[in-house]
């Protein structure tokens, strides 16, 4: 039975994770049958109960229809109820007494999101790292490759393009080993009953959940996290950090990719089967759209409203709230699903990217030596004084917009600044040198090397 | 081919509009005829072609894979082409031509999310209209029936719960109204081709718009929208309000349904097929949740951050967006879903609410006359003074709260006290009349009048 | 005492009204002051005492000390019993029964906050004016001016600058109409007492509600609208509005005056009396950074996350909420402020746009003629059909990117090419003509018009 | 010269660290200040340099006008420049050029903004300790102090209160553990100068940004992180983790605290100066607020829009961002000075809180019996088997609920039942234990002193 996705699949459902409803099912019911092998284990179910349930609940995931369980949550306001009773009757009597024993529906229910969640953070950071390996191809490649800085959307000063992917570099490997992080330490079991004493267990209950974690392969926590959302939250904050890191990364490649920049662009491969381009138009032979980039933005710009969903939800009152618990349910998989099909378009990205060194070089040049006017001053100061250096580079750079002449141009042709020039012995030469932009970049190699390093350790 | 609402399509897919996968696929296909009619109708489809486009699509909404054209998604960032193509094949040739003439793929999916806002938006202000009409019944039938009033979750003065059930009649009718007032100006179709122009439309776009508007009913908006998104932000106030008032309603039910407070139950009617009761719990048969306001907040709850999405979206670069666009698609239907369900539980809450008066006057009685304690004051305060009447009344009321004697007890057997009151006059009749929760209700049934009055003339 | 806007003032504190500590402050002592004329006027203070009160809440606005104050609201968990005693010293004893007389510390906050809603929106109007107005004269100015459309940004096809500013008109006249609708309609005073009912006033409270709304100007309610927040949500959609108008704008303007593209640029004027340069850098003289355009985009993106909270804020249990309610202030109050801000820098921003046609002209030639691709592909489809002429187009086009060479030289030079349609009879005037961008504009001039026209209707 | 902190400062910024305008000043001169230092050690600046920055800087720091820079932050869209102006003036010309060399604003922004995060965060972290020890005595002191647990707002099975606090505790040693990471290793100095190379201190930038950091005592980050925004989501995420700690307790003592639970309540401490009574309400006197935990809740249902409206700029361009940088500083602080809100009147709360034991027995044995529902049948499972069991006690419920008798009392009365009863052998003494909820606590002492012992291990 295939997995709705939707009619947006293709851009939001990317990431190989099914969080949609046999996603969910499929986890409820390893939840389920791991409780069973769990009670077996801890001498609280009949021998062979464990199995039993693992196959009734395989079964049961392939055979069962989401959506007709998902209508039957209207009578108790969640799915596990009528869940139970269905696997229940799948499994042979004897068996029976181990569905479920001392567990409650919201026990089922973040268990299987941690599960969900544990797929997701999988997924999610093999794809970082995938992406983190292209960009620290770039950033080696591209070590020396000269290219205009832009600040607040203006030509600020050069820089090298393997300086901007190095920046890439270090938040993906940053939010990777943040989701890193919290798929190791922070994805429990939860198992606490019907208000978190595990009372009809009688004084097995922290046995039984010793015994459910190790099944599962989650944490189990120093006591049930019912209405403690710090997991949720923490999760929630690992894909707002994978989702930024991309976010930024594809940002950047739309404006670069502008055809009046056209400093890099996503290659688009060869036509489909059907004969479509990717990226492409049928109409506009011309267009060659940034895909990934887009399909990135359009995943993590709904990330801000998830998360504030999910840290507003984390409110929940007594043993188990009335509504805020519910509202995670939905977001919860949202959110995985939408960072696990950014951080998958990321991958592609990061290896589709095609960089032209050649139109950065020319964008750097059309700036007529501007971006190095700084530069310049801080070469008469010394001569000059600070003050007197910045006015006179200052008023070669208004000249120079004015008049439409390059930078060296004002600077050597105006008869008053030719002259204080020489009379400070600047010559030619050292302008020239000034002006060269390969000579203004001050750290950006060591910065580079330093992202690289970190990646290299970081990958091992 | 049932619509897949996922595993928690009880609690949050309840609404009766189908805003996923097929949904949007019918809405772009009804999209797609209508504008095979309205090229027809301009002359610039032959004649019947409108005809055989309306048929395919009719054919095609019930037969095409949604999740299919959803993976073709990936190729071009959106469905539209792919569908498109489906579509073509299956009309004659001479109709081909008709096919998406002069649009492209924001106009088919800006038109099919108004199909749906109108669609949801109906759905809610009948459910709305329910409600209110439930609430409306409420009030009139408690207009005299007392209950204490509780601010920041502490007893305060006394109330009716007319009034209350009049404010949440207020409110339901306020968001009904603002709802249809968008349904009817606000949903507009969006055609405007490549970039906004229409021009392969020649001179006859703004003509197409019209009748595209006209076979669809919806409204002609002066020029495309592409990236002028006010009227989705309008679609998210409209929920937003609607979902507020549903809220607000849903709160006061869970926290006047808890056991300690009792003064209202939703009713759970008898157990369905399978033997269980609505509300129920297996384990503990005392149990009674009020499954509706549950839903509902757990609806509501989500709101919020969807609404923040879409309002982040709106800022949208040139004549189509790379990023913010594609965000607004899941989000926009996922908040018709949210505020369809919360509405429709909404009308069953409304109609099955349980009021017990009685324990609304037993829970008034329980404060032993505190609540009227300003209300003893303002009577002593022509004889006393304001100050010197707060003054006896407040030992008085410390007294009651110490010694726990009702505060008519604390008045008269305080010697001090009772030596005042005779020697200014008040007699034990005007103290117990003072202390009547009755006579100090102010305008509470004029407020309510006023809230049915405005009712009737809105629902007229 | 000057208000203290903070650091960022300049940027984020610009619409003129005073949304801060002082700004409170006057609007809680305004709505005293009304309450006590509204009191007299019922009868229920004594001749005099309006004017006594409304004297001292004068002189109470300009010397206390919104900071202390503000301390003591820690003690009630709001500064209206702190105010409420201060006013209270600075009144004469005969006046004092009229302060507050009937009120609780919510009727005096909220109606306090639509005092600065009143304020804030009359001045978001008036700005989204100003703003209209100038980008009305900017369509106007630019009717015929091509430039290239972008969409995913990325070219796509021509269009007029006149259109695009025609868009930005449309929205800012739609979201100053929504915003006018609802400082008109939806600000009403708030006045209940402790818990709704008025009751320390008898039967006197909705005739004193209805005096006091005369007195400020504001609507009367049906009944108190404590915990029935749309008003709220109104304030907040109508300011989503606005600020999503604006933003548009602005990333328009961050994207066109990128030096890369350099159709737009934001006049600096002269430099101010210090020597700086608006949008200047002093260390980089061809720096020219879109300050207000930057500056509404720092204002915009806040406002997604401030309604979320006052929509999730709506929620509000029995009488008064036990925290939501509180967790509006600073919120409503920094969505006004910032809104404000951003309609502010709009109009400056619109005032200042320097339009670069011949820019936009040459950004247009450099695409070669592609951008009209699509419209040759229609010339020659009667001949052709439709598949062909496609094809024929697409050949050249993809000629065209490799070889480096205007689409038209592609299509004349290839000699299959040329043989074709020297065959169908295509003359090369006939491609010279389609390749005109000026020819190929559509609607354009229509919907400028039409947007033009319409502002022209709403400024009456 | 005092901070203003507003109207509602006493509810909002108790933290102690002042974020606003005169807050941010500080930090940006200690940041000013540090660079001098460094400059000077690096051997970029004159010996004595950095003395006499620090010394204008501390001057500064006292005099200047926060809102009078601000209004300057206008010209060029941050308050940096018109501060370095300021500070220059007033260092001696010889140390002139050591004030803000290689710095570019953002250097001093942000730098400033992770020194305001680590006073908040250390703010933070040591009220969240001080009210874990609070909640640590609660846990240990009511180990055994039974209670009904509430779940969906609905009384459930027996808990203790020692449960609750103890869950109270983990979730905050939690957060506190959390908060402290991000303090620890994730703020760190932000220095790239113009474009994230440092190029004006040619290759001496990453020595003069370790010594930076070093004078700051913050971290050197691999590169400057101008666009890369994981270390502000990181503090965002520390705070959403804090405020939803204490968001769950103040929701359960809000609800708690209500008259008709009544389980815990706000102590009041005797009135202040002014006779004004903590919590209190001068009209009525029998009120007690719980201002804590209503202004806990007023700071944390802020917290969501704010952490969502910095994970959303978290999207820059480039080498600085246009807008969504501005975005962060108001949102950045202000979230800093909610969460410390919050966390100072969780300290006080849970200094302050009242537990009454005798109240929440009372309010379980109210329920006579029915939470025990789950045991007596249990009990009988083995003897009757589990369907026969829960039948007969699903009887006995419904009959007690309807007769109003407790479960004992119906399960005893009904002569089927007895009869059932007798002939398995259930004596009346298995009953009444059964029906102990002491008996019925499952894992709950487990469960507290595992939090407890995991308490204490981190508050060594």
Chains 1, 2, 3, 4 share one sequence.
Not at 237 to 244: K, M, N, P, V
Not at 356 to 383: F, I, T
Request: charged share 20%; net charge negative; with cysteine.
């Amino acid at each position: 039975m295939a997995e709705d996705t939707g009619l947006f699949g293709g851009v939001f459902a990317r990431g190989g994770v099914d969080t949609g409803g046999r996603g969910w099912l499929r986890a409820m019911l390893d939840t389920e049958a791991a409780l069973a092998r769990a009670l077996e284990r801890a001498g609280l179910a009949p021998a062979g109960a464990g199995a039993a349930v693992t196959a009734a609940a395989t079964t049961a995931a392939a055979t069962l229809d989401p959506a007709a369980l998902g209508g039957q949550a209207a009578l108790t306001g969640n799915p596990v109820p009528a869940l139970v009773r269905e696997l229940t009757r799948m499994v042979p009597p004897d068996a029976a007494g181990a569905v479920h024993q001392g567990a409650t529906s919201q026990d089922i229910i973040d268990t299987a999101a941690m599960l969900l969640a544990r797929q997701a953070l999988t997924a999610v950071t093999a794809d970082l790292a995938a992406t983190a390996d292209g960009c620290a191809g770039l950033a080696a490649a591209h070590r020396d490759t000269l290219m205009i800085g832009r600040t607040l959307l203006q030509q600020a000063v050069p820089v090298t393009f393997g300086l901007v992917a190095a920046g890439w570099l270090t938040s993906l490997d940053e939010a990777r080993q943040a989701a890193g992080r919290v798929a190791a330490d922070r994805l429990a079991v939860q198992f606490g009953g019907a208000a978190g004493t595990l009372a009809s267990l009688g004084t097995d209950g922290p046995r039984v959940a010793g015994l459910l974690a190790a099944e599962l392969g989650l944490s189990c926590p120093l006591m049930p996290w019912h209405t403690d959302r710090l997991r949720v939250i923490d999760v929630g904050a690992a894909c707002a950090g994978a989702s930024a890191a991309l976010a930024k990364i594809a940002r950047d490649v739309t404006l670069l990719a502008q055809p009046e920049v056209g400093e890099v662009r996503e290659g688009s491969g060869p036509p489909d089967a059907g004969g479509v381009r990717r990226g492409g138009s049928s109409a506009m032979p011309h267009k060659q759209n940034p895909v990934a980039a887009i399909a990135i933005l359009g995943c993590t710009r709904r990330v801000p409203g998830l998360v504030a969903t999910l840290v507003a939800a984390a409110e929940q009152e007594h043993q188990r709230a009335a509504g805020a618990w519910h509202a995670e349910w939905e977001p919860f998989a949202d959110l995985l699903r939408l960072t696990g099909s950014a951080a998958s378009w990321g991958a592609e990205l990061a290896g589709r990217l095609i960089v032209d060194p050649g139109r950065m070089r020319a964008n750097l040049d059309a700036a007529h030596g501007l971006p190095l006017a700084e530069h310049v001053s801080g070469l008469l100061a010394p001569a000059l004084g600070r003050v007197a250096a910045h006015d006179l580079v200052a008023r070669a750079s208004a000249h120079a917009v004015t008049a439409g002449v390059p930078l060296r141009e004002a600077l050597l042709a105006l008869p008053e600044l030719r002259e204080q020039l020489e009379r400070v012995g600047v010559t030619q030469e050292r302008i020239d040198s000034a002006l060269d932009p390969a000579g203004y970049l001050g750290a950006a190699r060591q910065f580079t090397d330093a992202a690289l390093a970190a990646h290299a350790r970081c990958s091992k």
